[in-house]
């Protein structure tokens, strides 16, 4: 059988899930450690920001933290999506809007075929890690493909439910803490760096 050629994902993009609040605030300096050097500009472009499209402030907060670091966004940087479920949404409906959630992600996936898909667990980042790691099985993105999942800092003992539930397809997953870093000690694809936030 004959293997297709490996891509060359220089030109696919960065996809970076954020959620509003804590989580974009957490992306925020996640984002301004990756890109402060020219080295990581290059390696982590072109960037792609996935936001709710009933998220009415992480757009400009994203926008002026990387100001900051001189990374200008324009319209093509933000993809807006449905969110799989809002806060205080019955369970019943939200099979519906889940539905919708997991088709637009495994459509922008298909089309745009990010390298990378980065994120610390808004519900909005599920339908995309599904996406990304079922295109990666079905030949339609990359093997050096990643998925990358950073957990909250304020998780400490245990992990959230949307790592819980990733945490078999995920590439890997960033914890913060020595105690949650010993609880998934014999899981390969679970490390802890120290604090990085």
């Not at 290059?42 to 998220?55: F, G, H, K």
């Not at 088709?103 to 909005?124: E, H």
């Not at 909250?152 to 020595?178: E, F, H, N, Y």
Request: proline fraction near 5%; glycine fraction near 6%; hydrophobic fraction near 40%.
């Amino acid at each position: 059988m004959e293997m297709a050629p490996t891509k060359n994902l220089d030109n696919f993009p960065v996809y970076i899930v954020l959620g509003s609040g804590g989580h974009t605030a957490e992306m925020c300096t996640i984002n301004m450690a990756l890109l402060r050097t020219d080295s990581g500009k290059e390696i982590y472009n072109p960037l792609r920001y996935v936001i709710a499209n009933d998220d009415t402030t992480s757009r400009s907060r994203i926008t002026g933290v990387m100001q900051k670091v001189g990374v200008a966004l324009d319209d093509t940087s933000f993809i807006y999506v449905p969110r799989s479920r809002k806060v205080g949404q019955s369970y019943l409906s939200s099979v519906f809007t889940t539905l919708w959630a997991l088709l637009c992600s495994f459509w922008l996936v298909w089309y745009d075929q990010p390298k990378l898909l980065l994120c610390n667990g808004p519900g909005t980042c599920l339908p995309f890690c599904i996406a990304v790691f079922l295109w990666k099985k079905l030949g339609r993105l990359s093997s050096k493909t990643k998925i990358v999942y950073v957990e909250s800092w304020c998780r400490v003992r245990t992990l959230s439910l949307s790592a819980k539930l990733l945490r078999p397809i995920l590439d890997l997953l960033v914890v913060q803490w020595p105690a949650l870093a010993e609880s998934y000690k014999n899981a390969n694809n679970v490390k802890y760096f120290g604090k990085i936030m």
